[in-house]
């Protein structure tokens, strides 16, 4: 039976919206993978249902043709919106596997496996070439290297190549860039299946999106949040110096941040970034004792986690 759904519509949606998430246009090479296992998934009913009427397909039909009938329709829909472009993650395994835990799909930017290489998906990458691709990646990585930080802990990672994918699969890298290794120590996380009183496991709640997505998006509308997530994520004395200026800044001043308690009267953290942001011996002097690195980047941390969640909550100071 010809369902005529291979002509669908090929105007490209920019997000799909299902019910309490949104689907990105560029996720279709993840959602492809849901295909065998989900025919009757929530998103193939959507789209099937969507274009039903458009393609002409009557309203009876027995199951298998409606099964059919998705599967293709889906398949037509994913091959219209798939990203074409991605950039190859570097770093220790373990930041790449925070990355890939809380970058998921169907939330943009998303990070995929292709067995062992890590890449980073964004539909922002669409209608660029490889050389735009690499610019435009610069400032995402370091963004979200400081959104990592400061909810993971993560240390930075760094981009290597621009990939290209082709509609028959094959990919091609640009831009190679060298990366070095760290040797460290993780503990696994558990997995746990909530099984409900008839013994079989419940399902899991719908995605959502992780705080690391919800901040880049608060960052979009606000450059000093944003600039404070870079600075966090390359991690040097300057760095934290102007992360904290940003956060004070964004807050309405020193007084602020002392007020409401997310920076001592001391300012111990701060006086020791703007000692050794400039030269040995000059007229800034640290606090006795001065901060570690370690501890000022906690500090940091814990200052931009405070800002996202006061401006999640509208509670700006």
């Known amino acids: 039976m010809a369902f005529g759904l291979l002509t669908a519509p090929k105007a490209k949606p920019a997000s799909i ?5 949104t689907v990105p246009s ?19 009913t959507f789209a099937f249902e969507r274009y039903r009427g458009i393609c002409g397909l009557p309203r009876k039909l027995d199951m298998a043709s409606i099964q059919l009938a998705r599967c293709q329709l889906w ?11 991605g950039i190859q993650l570097t770093g220790h395994h373990f930041d790449l596997l ?13 990070v995929e496996r292709m067995q062992e290489i890590f890449v980073l998906r ?8 490889a050389a735009q691709v690499h610019a435009r990646g610069e400032p995402l990585v370091e963004q979200l290297n400081g959104a990592m930080a400061a909810s993971k802990g993560s240390r930075p990672l760094r981009r290597q190549d621009v990939i290209h994918f082709a509609p028959d699969g094959t990919r091609r890298h640009h831009m190679l860039e060298a990366f070095g290794l760290e040797l460290r120590s993780k503990g696994g996380a558990a997995i746990m299946r909530v099984i409900g ?8 709640a719908p995605p959502q999106p992780s705080d690391v997505h919800r901040w880049t998006s608060i960052a979009d509308t606000d450059d000093r949040l944003a ?17 904290i200026e940003c956060i004070e800044d964004w807050a309405g001043g020193e007084g602020v941040l002392i007020k409401l308690g997310w920076m001592d009267r001391d300012k111990r953290v701060k006086r020791t970034a703007n000692s050794f942001r400039h030269r040995r011996d000059g007229s800034h002097s640290p606090p006795s004792p001065p ?5 000022a980047l906690r500090f940091v941390a814990d200052l931009i986690r405070k800002a996202f969640e006061a401006a999640e909550a509208h509670s700006h100071p």
């Open 227 to 243: 600039d404070a997530l870079v600075y966090l994520g390359r991690r040097e004395w300057f760095d934290l110096f102007k992360a």
């Open 98 to 110: 925070d990355w890939e835990e809380t970058l998921k799909a169907p939330f943009d930017p998303w």
């Open 75 to 85: 398949e037509n829909f994913v091959n219209q919106t798939i990203s074409q472009w």
């Open 291 to 295: 901060a570690t690195h370690e501890e």
């Open 122 to 129: 964004w539909s922002g990458f669409d209608d660029l070439d």
């Open 17 to 21: 919206q299902i019910t309490r998430y």
């Open 197 to 204: 009183p008839d013994g079989a496991a419940v399902p899991d």
């Open 26 to 44: 560029a996720s279709g090479t993840l959602l492809r993978s849901l295909l065998p296992c989900q025919p009757d998934g929530p998103l193939q």
